[in-house]
């Protein structure tokens, strides 16, 4: 099997280990197939972006919302980054826990976060350049976001000041147990 997929401590994430086969050529590894990942993505993706990042850019924490909530298969083509998905889903047993892990091209990892979860990672290398399947496309109206570091959360970043954005620099703080929206 080309896969190996490794449920995380909080329910519906999974990281996923990709075959790397190599020779005197070069390289070829298969990043996706449907048929092993249906238990694992229940949706057709609808939409990717590939985002390039400098060293210390932080982007995130970014969810999308009912009825286009999303899910993402994360993947790294080029550099290393830590990435986060945070459970935000009211009723789960993890609300507002978060799992993180360091991924590199070189890993050959990527990592599914279901829908009802938020998203965000920090760029390790001097350049990492991620791919981010998405099964709804983004609707602005539906956007939200938790601060990067929101007490309530309390992510162990590896790094204390951060290059971030205008928009995730100013997302409001959680209060209680109410998530905040951009609109």
């Known amino acids: 099997m080309s896969f190996e997929f490794t449920p995380a401590r909080i329910s519906g ?18 990043e996706y197939e449907i048929t092993p990942f249906a238990n694992v993505v229940s949706d057709p993706f609808k939409e990717e972006y590939i985002s390039n990042s400098k060293k210390n850019v932080l982007r995130g924490l970014h969810f999308q919302r009912e009825p286009k909530a999303q899910g993402k298969l994360i993947s790294i083509i080029k550099g290393q980054i830590f990435d986060v998905a945070v459970d935000i889903r009211p009723l789960s047993p993890t609300y507002l826990r978060y799992v993180s892990k360091t991924l590199s091209a070189e890993s050959n990892e990527s990592i599914w976060i279901p829908p009802g979860f938020a998203h965000g990672f920090l760029s390790l290398s001097e350049e990492s350049i991620v791919l981010n399947r998405c099964t709804n496309e983004f609707d602005p109206t539906l956007e939200g976001g938790i601060r990067w570091d929101d007490p309530l959360v309390n992510i162990h970043w590896p790094i204390s000041e951060p290059i971030l954005s205008d928009k995730d620099n100013n997302w409001p703080l959680l209060s209680g147990s109410a998530l905040q929206s951009n609109s």
């Open 13 to 30: 994430v999974v990281f996923i280990k990709k075959k790397y086969f190599s020779d005197t050529r070069g390289a070829l590894m298969k």
